[in-house]
T-cell receptor, first 111, second 114 residues
Framework: SQQGEEDPQALSIQEGENATMNCSYK?????LQWYRQNSGRGLVHLIL?????REKHSGRLRVTLDTSKKSSSLLITASRAADTASYFC???????????FGQGTRLTINP | DTAVSQTPKYLVTQMGNDKSIKCEQN?????MYWYKQDSKKFLKIMFS???????INETVPNRFSPKSPDKAHLNLHINSLELGDSAVYFC?????????????FGEGSRLTVL
């Protein structure tokens, strides 16, 4: 069954603006990961945040994790046209050996 | 060199046929996966192999048979193809068995069943 759910399903913003995507999940996790998928391509790992971490940064990306609310957010600052892609959160359930993906947020950056 | 390569990239075939998709990785990773992405972009794990041993087999019809001849290869054979098998199939790898770290994905194999 699906574990993570992204919100919104689609987001369209102007270049230079910040984009925020949210992910909610249902059960306890070891870690949560965010991936990007450009159209017609494979998924690319962006960032991993462990269950005992609250915030992580990587370049223009900022990820937060709130285990009490079972939610995470991905913030992309100063968006660029090249950021246009689908973004997926994925969770590793405690005791499991697999990564379970949500359905993704389709982000469009308008020039 | 592509880290995780899949062939073919596109596959169009008739219902009832049998087809295979191949995956090769040059990362030296222990664990390989097959994921299926449907038309709504939902990614679902199908199989996982660790050092040629099957460790995850989700509720996938037994028309789907994975095979790992060695640690660097994981192939997917599909018998008696059905319309609902149309999807993009992704191979992925991770460093260690049972590892919860990042996955490295191939570019996908788009299967269309007519």
């Amino acid at each position: 069954s699906q574990q993570g759910e992204e919100d919104p399903q689609a987001l369209s913003i102007q270049e230079g603006e910040n984009a925020t995507m949210n992910c909610s999940y249902k059960t306890s996790i070891n870690n949560l990961q965010w991936y990007r998928q450009n159209s017609g391509r494979g998924l690319v790992h962006l960032i991993l945040i462990r269950s005992n971490e609250r915030e992580k940064h990587s370049g223009r990306l900022r990820v937060t994790l709130d285990t009490s609310k079972k939610s995470s957010s991905l913030l992309i600052t100063a968006s660029r046209a090249a950021d246009t892609a689908s973004y997926f959160c994925a969770t590793v359930l405690q005791g499991a050996q697999k990564l379970v993906f949500g359905q993704g947020t389709r982000l469009t950056i308008n020039p | 060199d592509t880290a995780v390569s899949q062939t073919p990239k596109y596959l169009v075939t008739q219902m009832g046929n049998d087809k295979s998709i191949k995956c090769e990785q040059n990362l030296g990773h222990d664990t390989m996966y097959w994921y299926k992405q449907d038309s709504k972009k939902f990614l679902k794990i199908m199989f996982s192999y660790n050092n040629k041993e099957l460790i995850i087999n989700e509720t996938v019809p037994n028309r789907f048979s994975p095979k790992s001849p060695d640690k660097a290869h994981l192939n997917l054979h599909i018998n008696s193809l059905e319309l609902g098998d149309s999807a993009v199939y992704f191979c992925a790898t991770t460093l260690r068995g049972g590892n919860t770290g990042e996955l490295f994905f191939g570019e996908g194999s788009r299967l269309t069943v007519l």
